[in-house]
């Protein structure tokens, strides 16, 4: 790989993560290239090297989204080899996603991203499609050693322990971040746990 391609990457990656900051202090609708080119600290024609238009920087967040997500689950799938250890770790993991980076659920609860271009509603699916087939995995893994019930579809959890998140993450994001988000889901995480061990 060449220099200058490479420094091109950094730089895109640079902008996604500006746009993400950006989208964390004026949501969706407070985006805009202009504003982006303030946010990184260029003219906004340095943005337009980079970028073709507003849509393809959407797409470079939507990849930093899922990037965030499935190093999650990398992460915890390193860390220990037991599969109710990696979704308890995975959906702490998760919360500080959210708690710590407001951008996300801006983004995963955006009228813009649901409503808008096809496109990115499209890949909005797919990134919480593989997310829930990583997680799938993970309990079909805990079937296996016979520490998650056998019975249980493994793609509905996925989805159901998502929704420990969710609705969790929509209050935090209400109530500016006064509602304890954290303390919510080690609740619900105790109850999941033991419903779904045999």
Known sequence: MSVKKFATEIRREQIAQAAVELIASQGMKGFNMA??????????????????????????????LQNRLLGNVRSVLSMTPHP????????????ELVVGHSAMPRILFSEDIYGGKSEHRSRLKDIIMRYISELASIFRQGQQVRSIRPELDPEALAVMFLGLLQPTAILWHLSDGEFDAKKQVEKGWSIFAEAIRP
């Not at 990184?40 to 990849?63: C, Q, R, T």
């Not at 979704?87 to 998760?94: G, V, Y």
């Open 84 to 95: 109710l250890d990696q979704l308890k770790q995975l959906l702490a993991a998760h919360v």
């Open 35 to 64: 504003g982006l080119a303030r946010q990184v600290g260029v003219a906004p024609s340095a943005i337009y090297h980079h970028f073709k238009n507003k849509d393809e920087v959407i797409e470079a967040v939507l990849d930093h």
